[in-house]
């Protein structure tokens, strides 16, 4: 008991260890990364139990129930469909022997402990991180106002004069425009792919 309350106190209980890109492949969570979709793995961390994948499209999470069994859970988390918030690093008190990164995508929390030696290799994921949180909520902004002026032009159509002959053709063409338009829009501020952002800040 008094070894499990110091490890603790010391940050010595499941201490993860960035992997190396040469080692990826030899890790549980590459047997999920969807290679055929041009997915690629730009940041892992390992503990004991747990694999904690960061690729250009999702967070993969290979849940360990214990060092001890070989039961595993896989998580996947899209960029696309969950947003990356409450990013923090937490950096090594004088008797620390790790480091923490803490972020929440959509409503799931991670707070990973890491080597206290690997910190200025975690600082280039939390800069990613950072950065693809800043993206997603400034897309959001916009794609709400391109909706918000789309809703807009569309009232004041409706409201303006129309020749009841042409009103089925004037409510397609708005329909036609209003799908093609918000899907545009939809295609520039809803990013899926944030291989550019982990190939500007992770410095392998």
């Known amino acids: 008991m008094f070894k499990k309350l110091a490890a603790d106190a010391l940050g010595l209980s499941d201490i993860g260890t960035i992997i190396q890109p040469s080692d990826y492949d030899k890790t549980d969570a590459d047997d999920y990364v969807m290679h055929e979709d041009n997915e690629k793995i730009y940041f892992l961390i390992k503990t004991k139990a747990d694999e904690y994948c960061f690729t250009n499209l999702a967070v993969i999470h290979v849940d360990g129930a214990s060092a001890a069994s070989s039961k595993r859970t896989l998580n996947r988390y899209p960029y696309s469909q969950r947003k990356i918030s409450g990013v923090a690093l937490e950096t090594a008190g004088k008797i620390d022997m790790d480091v923490e990164i803490k972020f929440s995508i959509g409503s799931e929390t991670f707070d990973i402990d890491v080597r206290k030696d690997q910190i200025e290799q975690l600082k280039d994921l939390y800069k990613a991180l950072i950065r693809i949180s800043e993206i997603t909520f400034e897309n959001e902004i916009m794609l709400n106002m391109a909706t918000q002026s789309l809703d807009k032009a569309v009232a004041v159509l409706q409201n303006a004069r129309t020749d009841d ?40």
């Not at 063409?173 to 792919?193: K, V």
């Open 165 to 204: 002959n042409n009103l089925s053709d004037t409510y397609k063409g708005l329909t036609e425009f209003g799908f093609n338009w918000l899907s545009s829009a939809r295609e520039q501020y809803h990013e899926r792919d944030f291989g550019e952002v982990f190939e500007k800040y992770i410095n392998n």
